[in-house]
């Protein structure tokens, strides 16, 4: 009975040095975000106003987010650049906090404002989408989890969606 414990001493300690051996990103995988496919993204014209002389951008984005590991994990934050038309618009960093289960998915809105004076060319930008009704938008950027006694890790950078925006005034 003592050679038995000693043998399976010995392959859970063998077992044991090898999950140490591996890093949070091979045992832990990254979310995958995509457009949401069923709610379209949006961007309403806010008018001048005193914080804003030349009127602002409020953008909704619906990212669907899918959890492809076997255990729950918490979705912590999510941080990277927005372009529309490939202009630069913003600079995106939201605390989440989000439960994600085993292998789930969810719809995350992710909500914006942007000042049109803050950013250079955006206004022509937001003038052609008026007139066309459509913009094109992409964000880029990191999103960390938190996966309990498997760790916080981040990953990205990388593309997190991208999509057409419905243009509204």
């Not at 040095?17 to 091979?26: D, H, I, T, V, W």
């Not at 990254?30 to 806010?46: E, F, K, N, V």
């Not at 912590?76 to 989440?96: C, D, I, R, W």
């Not at 994600?100 to 955006?122: K, Q, S, Y």
């Amino acid at each position: 009975m003592s050679r038995l414990r000693s043998v399976l001493g010995l392959v859970l300690l063998a077992g044991t040095a090898g999950c140490a051996s591996l890093g949070l990103g091979e045992v832990v995988q990254a979310p995958r975000i995509s457009a949401s496919g069923t709610q379209d993204a949006r961007l309403d014209y806010i008018g001048p106003s005193v914080s804003n002389p030349l009127g602002a951008a409020r953008i909704r984005l619906y990212a669907r987010v899918e959890n492809p590991n076997p255990f729950g994990l918490t979705l912590a934050n999510l941080a990277g650049n927005l372009f529309l038309q490939s202009t630069e618009a913003a600079q995106v960093s939201l605390p989440l906090g989000l439960p994600m289960v085993a292998n789930g998915d969810t719809i995350v809105p992710i909500d914006l404002t942007i000042g049109l004076d803050d950013v250079e060319g955006l206004v022509g930008v937001v003038r052609n989408a008026l007139d066309t009704g459509r913009l094109d938008y992409r964000l880029n950027g990191t999103v960390g989890v938190d996966a309990g006694a498997l760790g916080q890790p981040t990953f990205g950078p990388m593309n997190l969606v991208e999509g057409r925006l419905n243009v509204f005034d």
